[in-house]
T-cell receptor
Framework: GAGVSQSPRYKVAKRGQDVALRCDPI?????LFWYQQALGQGPEFLTY????????KSGLPSDRFFAERPEGSVSTLKIQRTQQEDSAVYLC?????????????FGPGTRLTVT | GENVEQHPSTLSVQEGDSAVIKCTYS??????FPWYKQELGKRPQLIID?????GEKKDQRIAVTLNKTAKHFSLHITETQPEDSAVYFC???????????FGSGTRLQVQP
């Protein structure tokens, strides 16, 4: 079946611009995660949704980062007033999240470059 | 919070040899340990995982072992092939938190 998809795959933004990154999780997956992956590093947790509820946003690096999942399926990660340190790959992952099923499946990521 | 250390950072082996990657974790509440393979420019792919109620799991040429007392787990790849070349990440999950904490990755190169 279809996996996790993300768009756009690549985004170049000038410093100070706002960007919006989209994630389409696997159909029926309750849990959705956003991670940030810097070059040569492992993914780092940003935020977690269970259905439409954002249950953990402890990894968001600043109040310029905002995520939503209003209908419990598609999610958007928004970054306001982008800075050069925001350049990274933003990965979305989803999980069935029911009855102890915890396997997370990743999307291809959005590579954000802030110039 | 959880901290995951991964070694080595790079590993080069000859085709047909075995490769071992090791990780340690800090949070004794962690009870799920997946391994991901990431090729250049691609998504992390789940290749094997283990839960804390077992000590070893095998899937063809790949195996993972877990030592809960010592808080370390390892990935073993036997009969390596050039297509195994990639970056491998270990991770740990504290289900109280739901998010994975990843190691820093191991770049595996299999020389033909």
């Amino acid at each position: 079946g279809a996996g996790v998809s993300q768009s756009p795959r690549y985004k170049v933004a000038k410093r100070g611009q706002d960007v919006a990154l989209r994630c389409d999780p696997i159909s029926g997956h309750v849990s959705l995660f956003w991670y940030q992956q810097a070059l040569g590093q492992g993914p780092e947790f940003l935020t977690y949704f269970q259905n439409e509820a954002q249950l953990d946003k402890s990894g968001l690096p600043s109040d310029r980062f905002f995520a939503e999942r209003p209908e419990g399926s598609v999610s958007t990660l928004k970054i306001q007033r982008t800075q050069q340190e925001d350049s990274a790959v933003y990965l979305c992952a989803s999980s069935r999240g029911l009855a102890g099923v915890v396997e997370q499946y990743f999307g291809p990521g959005t590579r954000l470059t802030v110039t | 919070g959880e901290n995951v250390e991964q070694h080595p950072s790079t590993l080069s082996v000859q085709e047909g040899d075995s490769a071992v990657i090791k990780c340690t974790y800090s949070d004794s509440a962690s009870n799920y340990f997946p391994w991901y393979k990431q090729e250049l420019g691609k998504r992390p792919q789940l290749i094997i995982d283990i839960r804390s109620n077992v000590g070893e799991k095998k899937d063809q040429r790949i195996a993972v072992t877990l030592n809960k007392t010592a808080k370390h787990f390892s990935l073993h790849i036997t009969e390596t092939q050039p297509e195994d070349s990639a970056v491998y990440f270990c991770a740990a999950l504290d289900t109280g938190r739901r998010a994975l904490t990843f190691g820093s990755g191991t770049r595996l190169q299999v020389q033909p």
